[in-house]
């Protein structure tokens, strides 16, 4: 049966006089192989008193040792050529002179630079206008058909159904035509006054408001009042002008009603 070989030797660098000690079989074959260990350098088995052996006498690793390699002959000299008169040989060339050196060419003058940009004079702006042309058609669409679109009925209650209070404002917006509306103002569950009636412009309502307000001695609720089919924009624009007031503790709260009871 063959003996396994060591897993690690101790390696002794003689130049240096240094040892390495349990240094792996393979790393030790390696460091052969690349001519790091000398033939005259020597290892012995790891963790072992066993004497130190030359690597160019050891078993495992002279066969790792490099193989000098064979020197080639110096060529002998070509004979020089001779006249065919069989005198000197002054005009005769001398076979082993050597060529003359090869004359390097300078490098060639680079061209001019050519810029990938010179053929995209024009820019396509096509594209980008179709795309800002179909946004475009898309806003005035929405805009459009949120002017016409009724009141929203779920975020509105009906006026019946909100409790009495006699300091509450309330603002009726009421069509005029087909395009144009009104405004009145009162307070409580009584009339509007002539000068607060029919007023034209959410900024006069809001005036009518402010003069309302001069009577009261709490910031009352003001309700805006109106009905199912009047354009919810009229009522968000009325919102818009109470919400300073609201923010500054003028008015108590605002909320948007209809003037119609519900089917039963």
Not at 90 to 105: C, I, K, M, N, S
Not at 172 to 194: D, M
Request: charged share 25%; with cysteine; net charge negative.
């Amino acid at each position: 049966m063959a003996v396994k070989p060591p897993k690690a030797f101790d390696v002794w660098f003689v130049a240096a006089n240094t040892v390495y000690k349990a240094v792996p079989y393979n790393v030790v074959a390696d460091w052969t192989q690349q001519g790091r260990l000398a033939a005259a350098d020597q290892v012995r088995p790891a963790g072992t008193e066993a004497a130190w052996v030359p690597v160019a006498k050891h078993d495992l690793f002279s066969d790792y040792l490099p193989r000098a390699t064979a020197t080639r002959a110096p060529r002998p000299a070509a004979p020089r050529a001779r006249s065919c008169d069989g005198g000197n040989d002054r005009g005769a060339v001398d076979a082993t002179e050597p060529a003359a050196a090869p004359v390097e060419l300078p490098d060639p003058e680079p061209g001019p630079a050519v810029s990938r940009f010179e053929d995209d004079d024009e820019v396509d702006m096509i594209p980008l206008i179709d795309i800002s042309m179909v946004l475009l058609v898309f806003f005035i669409i929405i805009q459009a058909a949120g002017a016409l679109a009724p009141v929203d009925v779920p975020e509105m209650k009906y006026a019946g159904q909100l409790r009495d209070d006699p300091d509450a404002i309330t603002i009726t917006i009421e069509k005029l035509n087909a395009e144009s509306v009104y405004y009145s103002v009162r307070v409580g569950p009584s009339a509007a006054l002539p000068s607060r009636d029919l007023l034209p412009t959410p900024e006069a309502a809001i005036q009518a408001l402010n003069e309302a307000l001069s009577g009261v001695t709490r910031p009352p609720e003001v309700r805006i009042a109106c009905r199912k089919d009047l354009p919810r924009e009229r009522v968000y624009e009325l919102r818009r002008e109470l919400e300073p007031l609201r923010k500054k503790g003028i008015i108590n709260s605002t909320v948007a009603t209809v003037v119609e009871a519900p089917n039963q």
